[in-house]
């Protein structure tokens, strides 16, 4: 069973960084499609980043791409998303998630068309101006 655990989370001031972990077990050295989500009040949900852990191919949603860095440690099974020049509407509260093994990330996964199999309990970002 794939269990996603995120951390990092805090309060930051505008142009600050923080940075996520995801800890995922259960992976069993199978490729995954990963990606980061974050949901603010009242607000849908949206797609930040996606990682294919098969091959380290990441893709970005244009409100992050440029700040965001998202990266994966296969050795400790670790994701890590890298937030630079942090905006306030960055806030929100930042989920991983995950689709089953072998399945490649595609543009619906950011768009939220398609449904993902796994997910953390998320982590909250809050950013202030």
């Known amino acids: 069973q794939v269990q996603l655990v995120e951390s990092g989370g805090g309060s930051v001031q505008a142009g600050g960084s923080l940075r996520l972990s995801c800890a995922a077990s259960g992976l069993n050295y199978l490729p995954y499609c990963i990606g980061w989500f974050r949901q603010a009040p009242g607000k849908e949900r949206e797609g930040v980043a996606m990682?294919?852990?098969?091959?380290?191919?990441?893709a970005y949603a244009d409100s992050v791409k440029g700040r965001f860095t998202f990266s994966q440690d296969n050795a400790m099974n670790i994701l890590y998303l890298q937030m630079n020049s942090l905006k306030p509407e960055d806030t929100a509260r930042y989920y991983c998630?995950?689709?089953?093994?072998?399945?490649?990330?595609?543009?619906?996964?950011?768009?939220?068309?398609?449904?993902?199999?796994?997910w953390g309990q998320g982590t909250q970002v809050t950013v202030s101006s």
């Open positions: 990682i294919y852990t098969g091959d380290g191919s990441v």
């Open positions: 998630a995950a689709l089953l093994p072998w399945r490649r990330c595609t543009i619906g996964v950011l768009a939220g068309t398609e449904s993902l199999n796994y």
